[in-house]
């Protein structure tokens, strides 16, 4: 079912529509017998619940609508029926479609490895990310006074992990946009990743109890700067056409609702992968005008410190620095 873009479904009141020519000459049982039909020779085993539905609504109307009562009950039978078909076609479908479940697995196979391809070793050796992956500590910090040198001595006390600011975006509306800025090397893209398969394996309330169940996209923003630039798509048709995601399908107008809900986190990495300052400042503009629009969904957004401030957004509340490590992380890793 192809999205586009608009999150509006067909009227299914106009007369030219398929949905009331076939109510017109079959009635609503041939309606709601037609979609089960359509459904069945689709896909039956990703439709079934819907099928079952329309086939008991098709049974339904053929008692009801007896001789003896359709005068007076058809009109408004027909005008109820046809808004809860709709209503129930799409929420059956968006309960039973394998898009988060095969979406989150690849997730899993993506993230689930922590590559030593990002030092400089020869051979390359894999070790599970979950595992390997020590907690970084986060502090906030005006973004103008962190330092863009990746060896740095820092006070750890009061150092917070980023799935503390998670939870705290439960009660605390400001910790919904974030700024994680950091020298190069300092682990903004790992602690990305990290997010990303802890949402994915459903073990986020390992790290804080108190962290929202949310549905993880990370893009980054070097892959996707062009098409920023060229076209300023909204958040919703972007995240749907990326492949990895386009690629299982997901529900037409999912997505969109989803953010409007606030129920996705939406992780914006390497701001300063935009080579070009003008650019940079162009996807950073962009980026504000999403947060307005989907003001209920968190957003984490990485930079360098420079390039961040040749870039700024306005609709950032919070900035942390990614904290160098103390002794206690030295020895976990």
Known sequence: MKDNGSGNSPNNNNPDSIIWQILKQYGLPGLFYGLA??????????????????????????????????????????????????????????????????????????????????????????????????PLGVLPEAYDQISPRLIQVSPQSGTRTIWDYLAASVTSFPFRRIALIAPPGAGKTTILEHITLTYAQNVQRDQNRQVPRLIPFLLHLRDIRHDIRQNRPDLAVLIRRQPNISRYEPPHGWIRKKLEEGKCLVMLDGLDEVPDERERQQVSRWIDQQIRTYSQTRFILTSRPLSYQNAGLEKIDAYLRVAPFGSKEIRMF
């Open 37 to 134: 039909i359509r459904d069945g020779l689709a896909s039956f085993s990703d439709r079934w619940p819907q099928i079952v539905l329309f086939l008991v609504l098709g049974t339904l109307a053929v008692g009801i609508l007896s001789e003896s009562t359709k005068e007076v009950v058809q009109p408004l039978f027909q005008r109820v029926l046809i808004a809860l078909a709709g209503k129930a076609e799409q929420s059956f479908i968006w309960l039973t479609s394998p898009f988060q479940r095969n979406y989150y697995q690849y997730l899993i196979n993506e993230y689930q490895e922590y590559r030593t391809q990002k030092f400089d070793i020869p051979t390359a050796v894999k070790f599970g990310l979950d595992k390997m992956f020590v």
